[in-house]
């Protein structure tokens, strides 16, 4: 998920803006983006049926990674100038945003479910803003802070944890997951020097990947593991890795590049509603107490970033 989450990348956009896409294409190529998000967590579900949680994150970041080097080699041309200059801290976020948020994210999902998880990614952005106000030693806005418990007394309502559910171990490592995100978000701003937002995904990801990769070869059989994969596992990876990666990262800038972050940003709050809705699909219909914890955990989220009408949060 390096690519899960690009919420804060700035707006010089490597990636170019088909000419005939306009706003409504690119709101639409955007909502699409947040969509694809959605479904990487019953994606994950589904993988984690045949595959250990080590492989299936190589597994993904592999192909993801292959598919985003090529994207850029292509759109961009490789340079090995910003590679120099950004090679520790490339180093560093690959460690923690994309191989230590995934690996989070795999071995979490093993008794978290799907929504949960995707409730909990959803509330990165508040926990990024949270974490940068605090390493810059400012007070975060009230509305931040108001629409953090908001959003996280959403999120305990999804699991249940009002009528005698607790918190799966699961749903603390993703917790965890989601504190390395925001660790990322905030070096990649604070570190990384004159590079695109493409070159950064893609360096940070081959990183990510090796690191995930390297895990596997040491605790798992990732080779003989794939090659007996029945088709489901296969398709579930695949799916992950080019649509609910790689795709959707390209149609995000796309909503990036046209619309502007703010704007494109608000479509993140799809990400939960997909899980929920992919969810249902496979036969796991929420009940009455999930559909109002994910309400409410987005009206924490909008409030938050001021998106709500007449309400506008202050740095």
Not at 98 to 115: D, H, I, K, R, Y
Not at 176 to 181: D, F, V
Not at 208 to 231: K, N, Q, S
Request: net charge positive.
């Amino acid at each position: 998920m390096s690519l899960s989450n690009p919420i804060h990348a700035p707006a010089h956009i490597s990636a170019p803006v088909p000419a005939a896409c306009g706003d409504g294409g690119a709101l639409v190529l955007s909502a699409l983006a947040a969509v694809f998000w959605g479904t990487n967590f019953e994606a994950t579900r589904l993988a984690l049926i045949d595959l250990p949680p080590w492989t299936a994150a190589a597994g993904r970041f592999v192909l993801a990674a292959a598919a985003i080097m090529l994207w850029l080699a292509v759109t961009k041309g490789i340079s090995w100038r910003v590679l120099r200059r950004n090679l520790f801290a490339y180093a560093a976020l690959g460690v923690i945003g994309v191989a230590g948020f995934n690996a989070a994210l795999f071995l979490g999902m093993e008794t978290s479910s799907p929504v949960t998880a995707a409730l909990i990614m959803g509330t990165s952005p508040l926990t990024t803003n949270l974490l940068d106000s605090i390493l810059l030693r400012r007070l975060p806005s009230l509305l931040a802070v108001v629409g953090m418990v908001i959003s996280l007394f959403g999120v305990a309502l999804t699991v249940g944890a009002f009528s005698g559910a607790h918190f799966a171990s699961g749903d603390i490592l993703i917790l965890l997951g989601s504190i390395a995100w925001a660790l990322y978000t905030i070096g990649c701003r604070r570190w990384v020097r004159d590079a695109t937002p493409l070159e950064t995904s893609a360096w940070t990801m081959l990183v990510g990947t090796l690191a995930l990769a390297l895990a596997a070869l040491r605790l798992e059989t990732p080779i003989a593991t794939f090659a007996h994969a029945p088709a489901a596992a296969w398709a579930s990876v695949v799916w992950m890795a080019l649509v609910g990666s790689v795709l959707a990262y390209i149609f995000w800038q796309v909503g990036i590049a046209r619309r502007g972050p703010g704007a494109t940003s608000v479509m993140f709050n799809l990400v939960p509603v997909s899980a929920l809705v992919v969810a249902a699909i496979f036969g796991r219909t929420p009940d009455a107490m999930q559909v109002a914890g994910v309400a409410v955990a987005i009206f924490g989220i909008l409030l938050a970033n001021g998106k709500l009408p007449g309400l506008h949060a202050r740095s």
